[in-house]
């Protein structure tokens, strides 16, 4: 069967050419995808015998909600998806006065083994297709009411170790027929797979580019992060550079605030020295506890951001949001699946 949301505007008007229909129907099909049917019996501007053949030759995805959860602080909702195939991701929609964002997650549990993430917890089971990704934000928005004008690729899965669906997502959901949003509304995050981020800053898009960064030091930061082992964090900012000089597009560096692991002076001033030299900004995040890690938060978040700024660096505190509602990636599929329970 084909994954008919996973199609390029171009694939889908091969595919309609080759069941002897004109151009024009691509685009009917296309609207009606990602409008959020649920059937191909709901696209009734097309031929019934359309219809009949695209069920024969097409697999229509539409996620469930296995769980949902609100935030009585902030009004931040959390969606357990339940997938075709019985898998589940996490999708989280937070309002600000800029409009409605979304967290997306590109796979289905992580590969990268992250110390203080749940997502990770129990391997990776798959990645995502494309269109996978994309029915996150319309079914989203058409349960919630809510119109959503900003992505986050931030959720369960590392999405540059899902490039090339990842990449087709973007395409997808950029399409002025479809959900339109534009990749300055648009941020991805990555645990920092170099190569990858090389060739992302080939494609040149606008989109924001988040690493995860979350220590300056090799030691500190491959005890949080294995895949540091492979890479390093001097590896990783050669690549960082080059993308900036390639895109023109400042990076956004996450750093989760551990305590007693990077959250000392000198890492502050090791992590100032290596974004002197290029536009950057720093987001600290107060860590959020999983049970099945020791890690524990900083105490010292005022202190690492007052050292940071005296230094010239442009920092922030994100601010938390859905903290009632286990609004962290992985939490709620792992308290619902029960992933990573020991007996």
């Known amino acids: 069967m084909i994954d008919i949301k996973s199609l390029s505007r171009q694939e889908l008007e ?8 004109p151009k024009f129907r691509a685009g009917q099909v296309f609207r ?22 695209l069920k024969e030759r097409a697999a ?3 996620p469930q909600v296995e769980r949902k959860q609100v935030s009585r602080l902030d009004g931040t909702t959390k969606y357990l998806w339940r997938l075709a195939d019985g898998n589940c991701v996490e999708s989280v929609l937070m309002s600000y006065q800029h409009g409605n964002s979304i967290c997306v997650s590109s796979e289905v549990g992580c590969l990268m083994g992250c110390a203080f993430c749940a997502s990770t917890l129990g391997g990776l089971v798959r990645r995502l297709s494309a269109g996978e ?4 934000i319309i079914f989203a928005q058409k349960e919630s009411g809510r119109k959503i004008s900003n992505i986050v690729l931030m959720g369960i899965g590392e999405p540059l170790d899902n490039f090339d669906a990842v990449m087709r997502f973007l395409e997808l959901v950029n399409d002025p027929d479809g959900l339109g ?18 060739k992302l800053a080939s494609y040149r898009l606008q989109l924001t580019l988040s690493v995860s960064l979350h220590a300056p030091d090799d030691e500190s930061r491959s005890r949080l992060m294995p895949v540091n082992r ?16 390639v895109t023109g597009r400042r990076i956004s560096y996450e750093y989760a605030l551990v305590d007693g692991v990077n959250d000392r002076d ?3 001033d090791l992590l100032a020295r290596r974004l002197r030299d290029i ?14 890690s020791p890690l524990k938060p900083s105490r010292r978040m005022r202190a690492f951001q007052q050292r940071l700024e005296q230094q010239g660096i442009t920092v922030t505190v994100r601010r938390r949001l859905g903290r009632d509602i286990d609004a962290s990636c992985g939490q709620l599929r792992r308290k619902t699946l029960g992933i990573g329970e020991k007996e």
């Open 181 to 198: 949003i534009g990749m300055r509304h648009i941020s991805l995050s990555t645990c920092g797979l170099a190569d990858k981020i090389d």
């Open 133 to 136: 990704i994309l029915d996150q």
């Open 266 to 268: 000198w890492q502050a």
């Open 14 to 21: 091969e595919l309609l050419a080759s069941m002897g229909q």
């Open 60 to 62: 229509l995805t539409a």
């Open 279 to 292: 536009p950057s900004h720093v987001n600290l995040i107060g860590l959020n506890e999983v049970r099945e």
């Open 230 to 245: 492979a890479v390093g964090v001097d590896r990783l900012m050669e690549s960082c550079k080059n993308y900036f000089a």
């Open 32 to 53: 009606w995808l990602h409008g959020g049917a649920e059937s191909f019996d709901e696209m009734t501007n097309l031929p019934q015998a359309l219809r009949a053949q």
